[in-house]
């Protein structure tokens, strides 16, 4: 196979070329040991003021030849490594043989100046030669020339060539190594005998995961590293769980034939899914939080959720915090090539509002995805080729040399503690059985897996080589296998007495003060209210700007509507939402708000930052509100909906007692991110009994903006709505949203909050509200309709949203006084309760409608039929239809008059 180079050498010699007139220009811009080079090549050109002899011009021209082969080593060395271990390389061309360098044999045996360039001085060139091939070409290859930064390309390259320096292990760092394989190798081999044939997606064929693991913990930690947070999938996950977060043998070995959870968890997750939290003592007595995050089946779900979590946990520490936490994500090699959340997680890593200070990547490189050859998985040469956008180091290491692999990851380590920046390490390995412990590899890797079934792992590759050594004796390393093997059947022995198995809540101590939510407490709603002296100075902050600032000429008409509003007591759906976030910030919650277009909203109504005119410096009001105030974040999202999601939601994990915001630019870009949704918003509490506070902003309405853009999909929130595990409203009031943000923060729980905003109702003039009901009260689950008179009322029509006021309108047009029209603001939990103290209020009414915008199987209808059930309830809606909404707005109007034609006449449900 060919790779994209065509010409023999030409990257290189273009490459010394272009830097050797980049030295004429500036000789400091290049780094020393090529302006030493460069600066000898022109004394011998002063040598030679005439031309230069042929054999003096062809001694320069070999010099050159050596420096673009050291280049070509540096560059392209990673294709000609020994890093598979159960496999033959796939072949590349040009290759690095001399000849392609115009160099011949008999250059071997000469010295030349080139040596200088990789710091052995004046060398032979088979010399040169040899310590490339070493460096480059042996367990580890390298990919980082490509690197924009020189001083980062230098600092790797020393790492590289110094390595021969470095690389030495003393006895004892060789026997830790072998106990953290002796782990590795014996508890696989240990369950694999002991539960046969079930699920546990083991490393085997990766156990160096577990010593790197542990180097990279321990040189963090050496680094100032205080806290790690990692994920990864199922492949391996038990191992990493038992080996590095020390959690019990015995708790893992009860998790293949326990029966039952005890109270809390009604269904619970596979063993290979769930998290675990620990800290850990390294050898050089510091102690490390790991936290290891929960995670799905549907692969690369989780690094988001940890890029958030690390984020929230930097800013919470403030200044260096980006030196302390540290995110290490495991991939496997199928998933990080093709799963399109790498890519999005991998763009946001240099972002302001996302960046978390590198990420240490660890692929599991199995060479197959399923039963995929990896041949058929990828179009890229390696699967870790996504590093590249973020021009990112690479080091692919042969899975079977753990010494080279430590190396590695040690270094990795220290990269990102210097340039904060990710990197990656493709560790090729194999998987000794087929996708899980009960599949059959060699129906469709029979080659393959002849060789696995013949390759020894590494525990025992390393105990020969340590015998060699004469580190440890063979029948030494075979008893220190014994007793692992009879400690690990003491362990078993105790998990025959452990009664029901209990998932070690996860973040324990940040949720301590936080309840698992009871049906009560959704009866009502706390006090959410603030004084309205408090109001007005806050509001004071948000309408100003410096007055030493020059802004466009339109924000001085925004802030003085704004002030106008408030002068009125007129407030808006955007100054209602802002106060929210002025006074929790100001009673030391923090805020983030995230999401595509959100500084300004979707529809030009937050504005919560003013940019200046003659630059690109904005000012946050809300950031500057108190002296002591909390933090106020909001940003402008990259266009990603699964990645920034899943970020979001992390950060909201590792926040609490914070307000956590993903705004969607209209309400059915959610579906983006539905794995995120599926996976952990909806399900985490019942499989992992994780809670969270993220709230989502799902701009919703029918307004004739056609299919993509009306609906939020609010059918497919309530058909996930169980079990107390999330919030489903859609608030018709500025005030109403003012106290939901509040009572986000204020309550007891921490529940997931899915909001279903507004679009031309952020501009409505009914939509308004006085200051006074910011100023007292709570949010309101059911707002009754505060001018039906009850001895009147007829009929009670049940709706919500942006129709209520086509209705209103409507009624009062029609002065309906039978009608009373009763707005559900929340439709989960439902709250039966309020529901049927209205409808024993309007006693005369027999006749009870749902109304909605949207068609009549979708919206809220189908949940409603199901649960308001004490009296019949009729719909009228848009008739069933697969896409949410028409295309033509005549239509649309046609439809909506045919709604309030059917509430205000005849009561029928639409069929056309």
Same mark, same amino acid.
């Given at each position: ?495 025959? *007495?452990? +009664?029901? &198995?209990? %998932?070690? $809540?996860?973040?324990? =101590?940040?949720? @301590?003060?936080? /309840?698992?939510?009871? #049906? ?11 004084? *309205?002296? +408090?109001? &007005?100075? %806050?509001? $004071?902050?948000?309408? =100003?700007?410096? @007055?030493?600032? /020059?802004?466009?000429? #339109? ?15 007129? &407030? ?341």
């Amino acid at each position: 196979m060919t790779d994209e180079f065509s010409a023999v050498g030409s990257q290189e010699i273009n490459a010394i070329e272009e830097l050797y007139t980049q030295y004429l220009e500036d000789p400091g811009s290049v780094d020393k040991s090529w302006q030493q080079f460069f600066a000898g090549f022109e004394l011998a050109r002063k040598n030679f003021p005439q031309k230069p002899t042929t054999k003096a011009q062809e001694g320069i021209d070999k010099e050159f030849s050596i420096l673009n082969l050291i280049h070509g080593y540096r560059q392209r060395g990673h294709l000609f490594t020994k890093t598979n271990p159960v496999r033959t390389r796939r072949k590349y061309s040009p290759t690095l043989d001399i000849e392609n360098f115009n160099l011949v044999k008999e250059d071997l045996e000469k010295t030349f100046q080139a040596g200088n360039e990789i710091d052995i001085g004046p060398a032979k060139l088979k010399d040169i030669l040899s310590f490339l091939e070493e460096t480059y070409c042996q367990s580890v290859g390298v990919e980082y020339v490509y690197m924009r930064k020189p001083e980062v390309v230098e600092w790797l390259k020393q790492k590289m060539e110094g390595a021969r320096n470095s690389m030495d292990f003393t006895d004892e760092n060789r026997k830790h190594i072998f106990y953290h394989l002796k782990l590795a190798v014996g508890f696989e081999n240990f369950i694999h005998k002991k539960f046969v044939g079930q699920k546990r997606f083991s490393l085997e064929g990766a156990e160096t995961l577990i010593p790197s693991l542990d180097a990279v913990i321990e040189r963090g930690a050496e680094l100032g590293i205080e806290e790690f947070v990692i994920g990864m999938a199922h492949r391996g996950r038990l191992n990493v769980l038992a080996n590095i977060l020390e959690k019990p043998y015995e708790n893992i070995f009860k998790e293949f034939y326990g029966k039952e959870y005890e109270d809390g968890i009604e269904l619970g997750d596979v063993k290979y899914h769930l998290g675990y939290e620990n800290e850990v003592s390294t050898d050089s007595g510091s102690r490390v939080k790991l936290k290891l995050v929960p995670n799905p089946s549907h692969l690369e779900a989780v690094a988001p959720v940890v890029q958030g979590m690390v984020r929230s946990r930097i800013n919470s520490i403030g200044n260096g915090g980006y030196k302390k936490v540290a995110p290490i994500v495991i991939h496997g090699d199928a998933a990080i090539a093709t799963q399109g959340v790498v890519y999005e997680v991998t763009q946001m890593a240099q972002l302001g509002g996302y960046k978390t200070g590198g990420t240490i990547h660890l692929i599991i490189n199995n060479q197959v995805g399923f039963t995929t050859n990896y041949l058929d998985a990828r179009s890229s040469t390696y699967c870790t080729d996504v590093a590249k956008v973020t021009r990112s180091p690479v080091f692919h290491v042969n899975g079977d040399d753990v010494e080279a692999l430590i190396y590695t990851v040690r270094l990795a380590m220290e990269f990102r503690q210097k340039f904060h920046n990710d990197v990656f390490i493709d560790i090729l390995c194999y998987r000794k059985y087929g996708h899980n412990e009960g599949d059959e590899p060699r129906f469709t890797q029979p080659l393959l897996y002849k060789a696995i079934a013949r390759h020894p792992n590494p525990r025992d590759i390393y105990s020969e080589k340590l015998a060699e050594m004469g580190i440890m004796a063979k029948e030494e390393a075979k008893s220190e296998i014994l007793d692992f093997n009879k400690y690990m059947e003491s362990k078993y022995k105790e998990s025959e *007495k452990i +009664e029901k &198995l209990k %998932i070690r $809540e996860f973040l324990l =101590k940040e949720y @301590d003060k936080y /309840k698992i939510p009871l #049906k009560g407490d959704f009866n009502k709603s706390p006090e959410t209210g603030v004084a *309205k002296k +408090e109001l &007005l100075a %806050i509001a $004071e902050k948000i309408v =100003k700007v410096p @007055d030493d600032k /020059k802004f466009f000429s #339109k924000v001085k008409r925004i802030l003085s509507d704004r002030k106008m509003m408030i002068h009125d007591n007129r &407030l808006d759906w955007a100054m209602a939402e802002l106060l929210a976030y002025g006074t929790l910030v100001n009673e030391g919650h923090p805020v983030r708000v995230s999401g595509q277009d959100s500084e300004r909203g979707t529809f030009a109504h937050r504005h919560a930052s003013f940019v200046l005119e003659e630059s690109d410096e904005k000012y946050f009001p809300l950031k500057n509100i108190s002296e002591n105030q909390a933090s106020f974040h909001i940003y402008n999202s990259p266009l990603s909906e699964y990645g920034v999601l899943g970020f979001e939601y992390g950060y909201s994990l590792a926040q609490p007692e914070g307000l956590t915001i993903w705004e969607a630019q209209f309400g059915d870009f959610n579906n983006v991110a539905q794995v995120v949704i599926d996976q952990y918003i909806s399900s985490a509490f019942e499989k992992w009994g994780l809670m969270n506070g993220l709230a989502l902003f799902l701009p919703h309405g029918y307004e004739g903006q056609g299919p993509e853009h009306s609906s939020a999909r609010i059918e497919r929130f309530l058909t996930l709505a169980a079990n107390k595990n999330m919030q489903v409203v859609v608030p018709s009031t500025p005030a109403n949203m003012f106290h939901l943000l509040r009572r986000q923060v204020k309550w007891d729980i921490r529940l997931p909050l899915i909001v279903f905003t507004p679009k031309s109702l952020l501009r409505h003039p009914m939509v308004v509200s006085k200051i006074e009901e910011l100023a007292a009260g709570s949010f309101k689950e059911v707002i009754d309709d505060p001018h039906a008179k009850p001895e009147l009322v007829e009929k009670i029509v049940f709706t919500t949203g942006r129709l209520y006021y086509d209705l209103l309108k409507r009624k009062s047009a029609e002065n309906a006084e039978h009608i009373a029209l009763v707005r559900i603001e929340q439709f989960y939990p439902i709250p039966k309760g309020q529901i049927n103290e209205l409808v024993k209020k309007y006693h005369n009414a027999s006749n009870y409608v749902w109304a909605q915008d949207e068609p009549e199987n979708q919206g809220a209808w189908p949940f409603l039929n199901r649960k308001l059930t004490s009296f019949e309830l009729k719909v009228v809606a848009r008739p069933e239809t697969a896409s949410p909404a028409g295309g033509l707005m005549e239509k649309h109007n046609m439809r909506l008059n045919k709604i309030l034609d059917a509430i205000f006449k005849n009561d029928k449900v639409l069929a056309s």
